[in-house]
C-alpha cells in the first residue's frame, strides 16, 4: 500500500501506524506526537496544519517569517524580534493598514499602527495567548469595496456570522 503523506509530516504518520502506539482511540493517535517530536514545538498535531491548507488553497498569502505575540482579549500585536531575530516584517501605515492576518487559523485585519513592530488587531484576539503565535500574511485591500449583489437571501457569508450568531 502507497500512503502519500504531505512533507514535515512524515514522523507524525509513521507514529500513527506503529504498533507499539498505545493510544486507545485513532484521535488519539492522531493527537499524541512521536518520540521523535521535538520537545519545544507545541504537542497540538494540528498546529501548523492550517497554515499549510491556508498557503495551499490561497495563493495570495504568505507566511510571514518570524511570530507574533497575541493575547486573548487583547487587540495589541507584537511582532517577535527576541527570540526571533529572523523576524523581518516591519509594519507600515501606508503598506500594511487592513492587511489580512491569519492567526491560529482566525482570520483578523490590521486597523492601526502604533510602531514598527506594534500593530492592533480589527477586534479582539480570540485565541489562546501565545508569546509565539505563527502568522499568515494576506493581502492589503486596493481601491473602492466592491458592491456584489448575491442572487439569494440563503446565502450566508463569513462577515455576517457575527450578526447572525447574535439574533
Known amino acids: ?5 504531505t512533507p514535515g509530516f512524515e514522523d507524525k504518520v509513521a507514529w500513527f501506524l ?3 502506539n498505545a493510544a486507545s482511540s485513532e484521535l488519539e493517535r492522531i493527537l499524541t506526537p512521536p518520540p521523535t ?3 519545544s514545538k507545541p504537542n497540538d498535531a494540528f ?3 492550517w497554515v499549510g491548507l491556508l498557503t495551499e488553497h490561497k495563493p495570495d498569502v504568505a507566511r510571514g517569517s518570524g511570530t ?5 482579549g487583547d487587540e495589541k500585536v507584537h511582532i517577535n524580534k527576541q527570540p526571533n531575530p529572523d523576524s523581518q516584517w516591519r509594519v507600515s501605515e501606508q503598506r500594511d493598514l487592513g492587511r489580512e492576518l491569519y492567526i ?11 510602531d514598527d513592530t506594534t500593530f492592533n488587531l480589527d477586534r479582539l484576539y480570540e485565541g489562546d495567548s501565545d508569546a509565539s503565535a505563527v502568522y499568515v500574511a494576506g493581502s ?3 481601491g473602492p469595496p ?4 448575491v442572487p439569494t437571501t440563503l446565502v450566508v457569508l463569513a462577515d455576517n456570522v457575527p450578526a447572525l450568531k447574535a439574533l
Open 146 to 149: 466592491w458592491t456584489v449583489n
Open 18 to 20: 506503529d504498533p507499539s
Open 47 to 49: 498546529h501548523d496544519l
Open 104 to 114: 491560529g487559523g482566525d482570520r483578523y485585519e490590521a486597523a492601526a499602527v502604533t
Open 1 to 5: 500500500m502507497i500512503v502519500p503523506v
Open 140 to 142: 492589503t485591500p486596493f
Open 68 to 72: 507574533l505575540n497575541v493575547t486573548n
Open 37 to 39: 517530536a521535538d520537545p
